[in-house]
């Protein structure tokens, strides 16, 4: 106590701080010490150069029309280090020099800022002639809510759409990795790099962040314990699962893959690892620990991507993966006790099938029925008018193989246990249905035939014949459930069809197109976790680069549907904490 009493006497002394007092105010007196002291604190938070600001902004004139031609133009008065110090393109040598943007087809561009101080952008016309300029501050924790413009000269609008705040310098747009959602939190990877020699020479550090709206990431961990480098001739990257939630962490499987700098980037080794991520009082790292599987078995395939890896978590705290058989592409599921020590291959012990993890990674799901869980794994192969599925009870392990009957017409897809029911699409349109009375599931071999009532709305004009023309996943929240469909199970180049339910899969509407004109601030969707269900509406997460005079910076946003099921007009940032 003697201690904190003497850290207040030095701390006033040192700001020659006294006590406010409402009936004192003679602006050369208190007020004259606070505002002293607040100079004090701008000037302290000036020098953090660390944290970066994007700000979404629109340029109109006076009648609202926007300006598409011309140059924006912005720079930070660093009030810590103005002082006669030379400006660089990235503040490397105390100051960053001015950058210069272009305003988009609709008047918009990104401003991006890593000092503190007083901001200015200038907006100047095709033959460099002043259209109008603003002056407001940058500081750490601004937010859209609390941004404030000090002064502005000329007739142009400046119209803030967004602003995202980081504590640290940005990641690339290419390592930004929407990974799945877990009890209620959407997550994200992305790597910041920490030492930079070359584009083939440099390390970075991985992290986590999570979010429960999609916008607002709020919980951010590092990830220790692994190595993400290039170094001329090799690189060592990074490969992350789905997360799962065991009841108090999140958790996820990851490989550390060591190949070859140069294409094709033959692989040369790894390490198969978990990282559990408390879920709690989240910390801010975490290390990721060795996983003991046979030298044989490693952690995705090299044409992977982190989505299509099937990762379960079910009753008794067991888990399932599904590492590849190496040198064979055989990949082949594994069940993981609660320490992560393996239980058995469910291959030999359970039949369960992956021949093709770009058609099968879907068909591994837990299914609740009766207030049971079950683990339901693939057996057969498509197409066919009938899915034979492994089922396995989650308390004894005790399993029996479930048929479905497609009553003629060949599966496009594994039944899909959605919000109690089965569902499933069919190569022949229409091709959406549901299944009769779930209750046969429990049954000792039980046949579930499709129900004869399709699912109204459910036609795809993708080719239902090509067997590549699959539901991929369904994300549901609230009241909405959304069937996202492919015509290419890898999400290269695909053709993405959504339908949305409102009423328990009575029947659904087609939504729009997601945006992906440049000019909308989009790209088109790699991986189908980049869409994510919140509150009932649907959000598609995405990374961008956008350019100035020194080069490209990376951009992250989201973007909502509306109550109707269309999208919003305009993306937003995601914000990392």
């Known amino acids: 106590m003697k201690r904190i009493i003497l850290l207040i006497i030095l701390s006033s002394s040192l700001f020659q701080c006294r006590i406010f007092k409402p009936s004192s105010l003679d602006p050369t007196e208190d007020l004259g010490s606070l505002q002293a002291l607040l100079r004090f604190l701008a000037l302290a938070d000036a020098f953090n150069t660390q944290s970066q600001t994007v700000i979404f902004m629109k340029f109109t004139d006076a009648n609202g029309t926007p300006y598409t031609t011309g140059n924006i133009e912005y720079s930070v008065f660093n009030e810590a280090d103005e002082n006669g110090i030379p400006v660089s393109p990235f503040g490397s040598t105390g100051n960053v020099q001015t950058y210069i ?66 504590r640290n310098r940005l990641a690339t747009n290419f390592t930004f990795t929407p990974l799945g959602s877990a009890n209620g939190r959407q997550f994200i990877y992305l790597e910041v790099q920490t030492n930079y020699i070359a584009p083939d020479q440099n390390t970075s550090i991985g992290y986590i962040a999570s979010s429960a709206d999609g916008e607002n990431y709020d919980l951010v961990t590092r990830i220790d314990g692994v190595t993400i480098e290039k170094n001329i001739s090799y690189e060592k990257i990074l490969k992350i699962s789905k997360p799962v939630f065991n009841g108090s962490a999140y958790v996820f499987f990851l490989s550390e893959e060591k190949r070859n700098y140069s294409p094709p980037n033959t692989f ?40 299509m890896y099937p990762v379960l978590y079910f009753g008794n705290g067991r888990y399932m993966i599904t590492p590849t058989l190496y040198p064979a592409v055989e ?67 005790n399993n029996r193989q479930v048929s479905f009957s497609g009553s003629g017409t060949n599966f496009e897809t594994f039944p899909y246990f959605v919000r109690g029911k089965f569902v499933a699409t069919f190569t022949t349109a229409p091709i959406g249905f549901t299944f009769t009375n779930d209750s046969d599931y429990l049954l000792p071999s039980p046949t579930i035939t499709r129900n004869g009532t399709l699912i109204s709305g459910f036609n795809s004009a993708i080719n239902n014949g090509n067997t590549s023309s ?23 180049a695909p053709t993405v069809e959504i339908f949305r339910s409102t009423d328990s899969l009575g029947s659904v509407i ?15 969707i790699t991986n189908a976790e980049q869409l994510q269900s919140f509150n009932g509406l649907l959000n598609y997460s995405y990374a961008i680069s956008t350019s100035n005079n020194v080069g490209s910076f990376p951009v992250y946003l989201t973007r909502f549907t509306k109550g109707d099921g269309s999208w919003e007009d305009l993306p937003k940032l995601i914000k990392i904490r």
């Open 470 to 492: 699959i539901l991929r996943t369904v994300k549901s929240s609230a009241n909405a459930d959304y069937f996202i469909l492919s015509n290419n199970p890898t999400f290269a």
């Open 268 to 307: 040369q080794s790894n390490f198969n690892l978990v990282l559990s991520i408390p879920a709690f009082f989240t910390p801010s790292a975490a290390t990721a620990t060795n996983l003991s599987l046979d030298s044989n078995l490693f952690l995705f395939r090299q044409d992977n991507l982190p989505w």
């Open 510 to 524: 087609q939504i729009p197109t997601i945006p992906t004109n440049v000019s909308e601030y989009s790209t088109i």
């Open 101 to 166: 943007s272009t305003p988009d087809s609709i008047g918009r561009a990104f401003l991006f800022f890593s000092e503190r101080g007083i901001a200015n952008v200038t907006l100047k016309d095709v033959g460099n002639n002043l259209i109008g300029s603003i002056n407001f501050r940058i500081y750490n924790g601004i937010t859209k809510q609390s941004f404030s413009v000090i002064s502005q000269v000329g007739n142009a609008q400046f119209i803030l759409e967004d602003l995202a705040n980081y």
């Open 331 to 397: 990949i082949t599921p594994i069940l993981l006790n609660a320490d992560f020590t393996v239980n058995q291959n469910m291959v030999s012990a359970f039949s369960c099938n992956l021949a093709d993890s770009n058609f099968n990674a879907v068909g591994f799901q837990i299914v609740n029925i009766g207030g049971i869980e079950y683990l339901q794994c693939p057996s057969s192969t498509l197409p066919s008018a009938t899915i034979t599925v492994r089922s396995i009870e989650a308390n004894t392990l």
